[in-house]
Structures are given as C-alpha cells and as structure tokens.
C-alpha cells in the first residue's frame, strides 16, 4: 500500500498531504549501535489538507499527536512515509534546502512561558525572523512589527518590554505574532491555548481564527480538548497509540462517529444543556505501551466491542464515503 501510494500523482490544491508517515524512536541498542527496540511514535498516517482549512488532531496523551505535528515540520526525520508541502515532496530534503519552505511552515507551543527567549524583548523577538527572512526591507522592519502587534491584541507599548512581563495570554499573542511574522501558509498549533485560563483561551481561539481568516492560513491544531477542537476545526482526525482511527470532516465525525475510541472520546465531552443525557463510555484500563503495543487492533485491549479477530488482524483503514475513514472490524 505504501509503495503504491509513493508512486500516486501528488494532487495539485492540497497544500498539505501525509502519506503513510512513520516515526520511530530507537530505546534498545546493541554495543555496536544495532536498534534492538523501537517505539512506534506515529504508525502509517495518511491525509490531504487544503488552503484555509483547519484539521483537529485529537486524542490521549502518548498518542503520537505532538510527534506528527513535529514531524510534519521535519523538526524530527520521518522514519518512512512521505510529506508533500505545495506540491514539493520535503520528506527527504536537506536542512539547507527547507530553508525557504520553513518560513512557510511554523509552530505554535504549548507552553508560552518557556518558548520566549527572556532576554529578548518583545520587539527584539518579533524582529529577528523578519530580518532572517528578509521579509520586508530593515529600515521597515520596526513598522512591519509594530503592525503585526496591533493585528495580534499587542499593545504598541509592550515593543520594549520583556517576556516576564506579560501574562500567559499576552505571552500566546506574541508566540502567534512570532509564527505569523515570516509570512507562513501552514500553522501547526500544537496544543496552543491548554496552559491558559478558560476566559483567555477563548480570545486566543478568536485571533487564530481572525488571523486565519485574514492571511487564508491552513492550520493544524493539535488538542486534547474536544470542544476547542470542534469550535475550530474543519476535518478532525482521531489518533490512538501513533495511528489514525478515524479521519473526516467535523460534521461527520461529530454528528456519525464510527470508531468505538471515537465514540468513547465523544461521550465524554460536558453538555451544556441538562435535558440532553449522554450516555458516558469509559474505557477501562490504562493506554498501552507505544513500546510494546497490541497484536491485531491496538485499542483491542480496552475496546468494548473487542472479538476474537481483533486480537490478531489489524483493521484496516477504509474510506466509508466523503473522505470518512475509520479502522475498525465491526465496519466491515
Ligand atoms: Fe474494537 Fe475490534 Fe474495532 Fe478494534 S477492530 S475498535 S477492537 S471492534
């Protein structure tokens, strides 16, 4: 299958394809250097994204979510698989060649508190990958900044000041101000608003949307919490244990869910409204060991619906209509 899609004409309008990605972290190595054991971070993951859009990735923590947003960005070397970013296959290019492409390509961290460098101030972060790119000429430079400050809720007073002096909020604004300064197409989020308050998330959430709007930005935000994902996102896909189980549009994700880990993720969000009861699936049991994971299907061991051959084949991944995919025996 893998082989296969390698060969397959990229499609022209996705500014973002996946093919069969895989990521592998060595744990075990012999004296001479020979991986013994590895951990399958992100096993076989495959979609298509296009200009503007927003896929949510979700799932538990240790399922591989973070490492497929950071190896889409070659922050860490894909194992196998392919990455097609505008039409240009990057998976194997050299750290001189992504030079160019990674302008295009920026991250938001989780943790706004240690991706600031605290001897910077605010103008002096915003300035640097502007001049590195060369994306406006220097003697513009402070303008362009002071622009974009005021696009992201910046005061134009806070130019001068440091890091330690802003809140977690303000902190989120100037890392999004940073990714949005060299001008990129693709943003990955990854988990962008989790260490703020509720109230302040919201106003991240707006100005990633305001900003989407405004420069047609594809995002791909990474979340543990559903409700942020479904107030954002266009196409949702559902990771468990480094592989996708289910992929499709919100609508259809939201409205008909397939996989049983979806469903069981699903049944836990909150409702607002207390004459709707939903029925709460717990799984039982802890994630498995991306380490040693499962024969056959790998949410076997905590699924409800588990039979005999789930324990020795692994479902496979099918398209059910409109680009819904899901992996799961009781489909078939
Ligand atoms: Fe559950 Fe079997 Fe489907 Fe896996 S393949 S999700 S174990 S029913």
Redesign the pocket.
């Known amino acids: 299958m893998a082989d296969e899609r390698i060969n397959e004409a990229f499609d022209p309008d996705a500014i973002l394809e996946v093919r069969n990605i895989r990521k592998c972290f060595p744990i075990k190595k012999t004296f001479t250097g020979k991986v013994t054991q590895e951990l399958v971070a992100v096993d076989n993951v495959s979609f298509k994204l296009y200009p503007g859009e927003t896929l949510g990735i979700v799932g538990e923590s240790g399922c591989g979510k973070t490492t497929l947003g950071r190896t889409i960005l070659k922050l860490h070397p894909a194992t196998s698989g392919q990455i097609i970013f505008e039409g240009q296959d990057i998976t194997n290019l050299k750290s001189s060649e992504m030079r160019e492409i990674r302008k295009k390509m920026q991250i938001i961290f989780q943790d706004p508190y240690s991706s600031l460098p605290p001897r910077l101030t605010v103008g002096g972060i915003l300035s640097e990958p502007v001049k590195v790119h060369k994306i406006v000429p220097d003697n513009l430079t402070k303008q362009y900044v002071l622009d974009l400050m005021e696009k992201c809720g910046l005061r134009d007073y806070y130019y001068e000041r440091y890091p330690h002096e802003f809140s977690g909020g303000q902190r989120q604004r100037i890392c999004i101000a940073r990714a949005l300064s060299v001008k990129p197409k693709l943003v990955i989020c990854d988990e962008p608003v989790s260490a703020l308050d509720v109230s302040i998330q919201a106003q991240i959430i707006n100005l990633l949307k305001q900003m989407q709007k405004d420069l047609n930005l594809t995002y791909v935000f990474i979340s543990h919490d559903l409700s942020v994902v479904k107030f954002i996102s266009d196409k949702i896909g559902v990771m468990y244990l480094g592989s996708m189980?289910e992929f499709g549009s919100k609508t259809d994700i939201f409205d008909n869910p397939l996989?049983?880990?979806t469903k069981a993720l699903f049944s836990a969000i909150p409702q607002p409204d207390p004459d709707v009861k939903m029925e709460r699936i717990v799984l039982k049991g802890d994630i498995p060991s991306p380490a040693n994971p499962p024969k056959?299907?790998?949410?076997?061991t905590?699924?409800?619906?588990?039979?005999d051959?789930?324990?020795e084949v692994?479902?496979e991944y099918k398209d059910y209509g409109n680009g819904h995919c899901a992996?799961?025996?009781?489909?078939d």
């Open positions: 189980v996989h049983p880990y056959g299907c790998r949410f076997h905590r699924c409800p619906h588990a039979m051959i789930c324990k692994p479902p992996a799961c025996h009781l489909l």
